[in-house]
């Protein structure tokens, strides 16, 4: 995504349309949001991941990565599916 400004304050969006993709670890939300969209300090990312879980959107489980550490993974939630396509999926569009 080129213009990252049409994603500023779209946090919730960004991880929501990433876990479309697949189940993440923190470590590789952070590295995707980062790469692709904008910089986001690991608290603030912590902080939007306990809100969209308290929403409803996201959920969490713990289970080995490929390194044999055990880390929380996080899925998107069928509520947070049509959260998704009702109020971001316009912003993923070319």
């Given at each position: 995504m080129e213009?990252?400004?049409k994603f500023r304050g779209q946090t919730n969006g960004i991880i929501l349309f990433?876990?479309?993709g697949g189940d993440r670890?923190?470590?590789e939300l952070k590295e995707i949001i980062d790469e692709k969209f904008s910089l986001v300090k690991i608290g603030t990312l912590y902080s939007i991941i306990a809100r969209m879980k308290n929403q409803g959107?996201?959920?969490e489980y713990r289970a080995s990565s490929k390194d044999g550490?055990?880390?929380k993974?996080?899925?998107i939630t069928d509520l947070g599916k049509n959260c998704y396509e009702?109020?971001?999926?316009?912003?993923?569009?070319d």
């Open positions: 213009n990252n400004e990433i876990l479309l670890h923190t470590d959107y996201i959920s550490s055990r880390r993974y996080y899925k009702e109020e971001y999926s316009h912003l993923f569009i």
